[in-house]
């Protein structure tokens, strides 16, 4: 362990939970930093921490050192804030005009922002898999059920236009069913564009059972914060709209509670599938 004791900066979702409980379970300290904006699951009130708005950048940098951390992990949902109505202490202030100029960039150039204040201060910002074994993506099925010929056509096709949005600081997420893009991913979310997929008609989508989930990080994406994240909750959206099955890239993709993933996609009919940059390439 190259830290010995770890922040969390956690925002909504089940990721900080589940790295602030394996933290308790190794006996590796651990202070949360619970932000307001949007809250911080429930989940996480039994934890040591703190709650603090967003903009409060100067008293979440106080209060990690006051708690002795030396090390960071950025885990959970965060949504940009509304900037109107935030009210920031003395540092956020400072530190506003760098931050609107990057959200005019998109939300990874924000997250960028809030990733060299941290380390400006000399913490360790560190991924969640550092913290957390067993979160990344493995190559290839971890279902009973395998892509087909036409599931990987639209992986490669699904993935193809993430890169190709990624300048633009689109979303992670697209749909694609036998080669007809049905939604791609945008400030709404990965969970909102699954329902609206689950709301089109089979005569849009070309039939019943088909397309495929595919997330992956955006080119240029830092790879220690905001990585695609897939759960229990993404397997029972999927199943509701209908889909044959989930894509991530192998090893920049995470999966909470791995285990009970691979039980309820079994159960649905639908495959999880670690694509690498091998399967990307045209057969």
Known sequence: MRWRKLGIIAGAGDLPVRIAAACIENGTPVYIIRLTDPSATAALRPFSGDDFSIGEIGKILRALKTEECDAVVFAGVVKRPDFGSLIPDWRGAALLPKVLAAAARGDGALLRVMVDTVEAEGFLVVGAEEVMQGLKAPAGAITKKNPSADDLEDIRKAAAVI??????????????????????????GTDAMLRRCAGLADAVKGGAHV????????????????????????????????LRGIAVEAGAALIIDRNIVVEEADKAGLFVYGFSLEDLSAP
């Open 163 to 188: 890169n190709a949005l990624g300048p633009f600081d689109v979303g992670q997420a697209a749909v694609v069913a036998n080669g007809l893009i049905l939604a791609i991913e945008a400030a709404e």
């Open 211 to 242: 397309g495929v989930l595919v997330k992956r990080p955006k080119p240029g994406q830092e790879m220690r914060i905001d990585l695609p994240v897939i759960g229990l909750a993404t397997i029972s959206q999927a199943k509701e709209a209908g």
